[in-house]
């Protein structure tokens, strides 16, 4: 079964070949260059990009024991935004970007984390999440403001999108993907006892403490590098992990599994959707298609399998 | 056996002050007092969720040098909320009990050990049933299931048979009587209590106010705990099974 998603995904990644601003025959050795140089790169990168954001949703709703929590409700993707434009602007080769983001985007996590009193208020959580998405922007609006001349690249980098792609960062990404999900695959049945309460799950044999911080570090190191190389991508960490948690198991062996595979099938989808849309050439930004698409389907769950999807 | 030094917590405007207590290998004790009186905050201490200091040991070890996996082999808790964030089975929560011992790679042992649990807790019906889908008396069945297939020498019910019906009440409280785990459990029903525990204490502002056996109970202690008047009424009926 997991391998049958595996082949689909290659199959979705050739057929988005065939979809692009310009009409080309893909078969014709002519548009070779296109195809392997822009197309074929920036497909395989918006599935790595998806997944990323699906597999770090997926450990956020478990770790926080919270329907709602994702890379943006926690703070996490706009904190790490703001250590990656500081990066851009202050001039910092692009090495160091992801870095940045890393820093600010745990210390947001954090600063959340610790103000809405740990996993146990959800509510709270969500609102600590929100002022420290809106502190951020204001801060990213005052660096865009402050460091004037590098003002395009900051601009550019935030409206999100994965316009050129090299093979380099593509495997920085696919390596990333890979050791954050052995790692947390690996400690799927740990994670598992997270769904109980504190007190079942510490005198079960976790430690919920060293747990906890050990999903936390990886989700937002998957976040930081998904926000440094694209920018702010909203949606896809939120609703993945309830599609997958619906159609399969609730475990986290397989909800790992399938909220990375639905996130880059999701994403990937909404790039080749963006950059064929429009017949001109023009692209349109990703973050508003995966919002419209995401936001249609989980609208669609939420009617018909709500029972699946979560217990109040 | 469980042995306590001296326990001082102190949160807010409570503290748990208790000296010297043990309680031997196979009692069950009852742990009585009204809302607040440190029932449960007795309970956590106990099972070393408190930041605090654990003057606590048992079978001679200090509970502060036992690793998690140590703890969750030697005893386990039924919390007084406890709560499933994931619409996981009655089966797999149940098993989950089993966690500590195998790891989470369950094998058909562990599977095996699980149905006779909830064969014993009478939700074998339920199996494949999510948790959300049962009522609440029947949710605290499951995890008290699960605390059963943890499987440890000691086991700590934190209002094991609030919110359940009297058969299912009385069922509980056989399978308590049976086992021959040492079970420490806090209660509110008197009735109950000195029914099927040999050893209750009457807590009262964070201390111990009564340690006796259930026979040595009287009027005049249950109004001093509770500070209600008591009347051996005839007209109460009683349940047995």
Not at chain 2, 3 to 22: P, V
Not at chain 2, 180 to 208: E, P, S, W
């Amino acid at each position: 079964m997991r391998y049958l998603w595996l082949l689909f995904v290659i199959i979705a990644i050739a057929s988005s070949l065939f979809f692009g601003s310009v009409k080309l025959d893909i078969l014709s050795g002519d548009n070779f260059d296109i195809i392997t140089n822009l197309r074929l790169p920036r497909a395989v990168f918006s599935f790595l990009i998806g997944a990323m954001l699906g597999l770090s949703g997926s450990v956020y709703q478990l770790v926080l024991r919270n329907p709602l929590a994702d890379s943006f409700t926690t703070g996490a993707a706009s904190s790490s935004a703001l250590g990656a434009v500081f990066a851009i602007a202050a001039g910092f080769s692009p090495v160091y970007v992801p870095p940045f983001a890393f820093l600010t985007g745990i210390l947001g996590l954090w600063l959340v984390y610790k103000l809405s009193g740990g996993a146990k208020g959800a509510v709270t959580m969500i609102l600590c999440g929100v002022i420290v998405n809106i502190v951020a922007s204001s801060i990213m609006g005052f660096i865009k403001f402050y460091f004037d001349e590098s003002l395009s690249s900051v601009v550019f980098w935030l409206m999100g999108g994965f316009s050129y792609i090299d093979y380099y960062e593509l495997a920085i990404v696919f390596l990333v993907l890979t050791a954050a999900f052995m790692y947390l695959n690996g400690r799927a049945a740990v994670l598992d006892m997270l769904v109980f309460d504190d007190s079942t799950a510490r005198t079960g044999g976790v430690n919920i403490r060293k747990e906890r911080a050990g999903a936390f570090v990886t989700a937002t190191i998957l976040v930081s590098v998904a926000v440094s190389y694209s920018g702010l991508i909203g949606f896809v960490g939120l609703i993945v992990p309830h599609i997958a948690r619906s159609i399969f198991r609730p475990d986290m062996k397989t909800n790992l599994y399938y909220s990375m595979i639905f996130g880059g099938l999701l994403l990937l989808g909404a790039d080749t959707f963006a950059r064929s849309a429009i017949s001109s050439g023009a692209e349109l930004p990703v973050g508003i298609v995966t919002a419209v698409i995401g936001g249609i389907f989980f609208f669609y769950i939420l009617v018909k399998r709500r029972a699946e999807m979560w217990h109040d | 056996m469980i042995k306590y030094g001296k326990i001082y917590y102190k949160r807010n405007d409570f503290a748990l002050d208790i000296n010297d207590l043990s309680i031997r290998t196979h009692d069950k004790v009852a742990i009585l007092g009204e809302n607040g009186c440190g029932k449960s905050t007795f309970i956590n201490y106990s099972c070393g969720l408190l930041d605090s200091e654990l003057n606590v040991s048992y079978m001679d070890r200090p509970l502060k040098s036992m690793s998690m996996e140590d703890r969750a082999k030697m005893f386990a808790l039924f919390a007084q909320n406890p709560d499933v964030a994931f619409p996981f089975t009655v089966f797999e929560i149940v098993r989950m009990g089993r966690f500590r011992m195998c790891s989470g790679k369950y094998s058909r042992k562990d599977d095996e050990k699980t149905i006779e649990k909830l064969t014993l807790f009478d939700i074998v019906k339920y199996k494949d049933k999510r948790l959300n889908e049962l009522s609440g008396g029947e949710k605290r069945r499951v995890l008290l299931a699960r605390a059963f297939n943890q499987e440890t020498p000691f086991l700590f019910l934190d209002e094991p048979v609030s919110m359940l019906d009297i058969r299912h009440s009385l069922e509980i409280m056989n399978i308590i009587e049976d086992t021959m785990k040492t079970v420490v459990a806090t209660m509110h029903d008197i009735n109950l209590a000195m029914r099927y525990f040999k050893r209750l204490i009457f807590m009262k502002d964070g201390q111990i106010l009564y340690d006796i056996s259930n026979n040595e109970v009287t009027p005049i202690i249950i109004e001093e705990v509770y500070n209600v008047k008591v009347s051996p009424n005839f007209r109460d009926y009683s349940f047995i099974i």
